[in-house]
């Protein structure tokens, strides 16, 4: 069922940096980007609501560099998902089969004076479950940090075969 979670937000992750194209704009410091969004984390309000088909989240800070933070983590994670190969967290079941299911989702993304809303929408069940966990995941690097960053991430149930 649909539910909805407060505080957390932000980062993806603490391994395993941007594997795209060597000419990709930022890739570079994608772990940087994400190290400063764990160290401010306590700066940082998330919320996010699980949809029919997906996800809306808002995460923010009223500190101008986390919210500048935000904005550039979301934008090089959209580039890793609207590419063809780049990957973070390959060693994350999650994350892992998010990036295998890419094509199956839609990715909107409105920029914010204080930080971003995203949107996402999958095209199949499994889609929208990996949608749903990946948003929890999220939130829950932003409350534990990085005790949280080093787990791995189950693929939901409704997944498995695929």
Not at 20 to 34: C, D, K, M, Y
Not at 42 to 57: L, Q
Request: proline letters at 1%; hydrophobic letters at 30%; aromatic letters at 6%.
């Amino acid at each position: 069922g649909g539910g909805s979670q407060g505080n957390g937000g932000g980062g993806q992750g603490n391994r395993g940096g941007g594997q795209g194209n060597s000419n990709s704009n930022g890739n570079a410091n994608h772990q940087e980007i994400i190290q400063n969004l764990l160290d401010h984390r306590d700066d940082i309000v998330r919320a996010y609501t699980n949809t029919p088909t997906g996800i809306k989240a808002s995460t923010w800070s009223l500190e101008d560099n986390v919210s500048g933070w935000l904005k550039t983590h979301v934008r090089q994670m959209k580039d890793l998902i609207d590419s063809d190969s780049g990957m973070i967290r390959q060693w994350d079941d999650l994350f892992q089969k998010a990036f295998e299911l890419r094509d199956y989702h839609d990715m909107k993304v409105n920029y914010t004076e204080n930080g971003v809303e995203v949107e996402q929408d999958g095209d199949n069940d499994c889609a929208v479950a990996i949608l749903q966990a990946h948003a929890k995941v999220v939130s829950l690097f932003i409350e534990r940090g990085r005790a949280e960053t080093r787990l791995n991430h189950d693929v939901p149930e409704i997944c498995e075969g695929l």
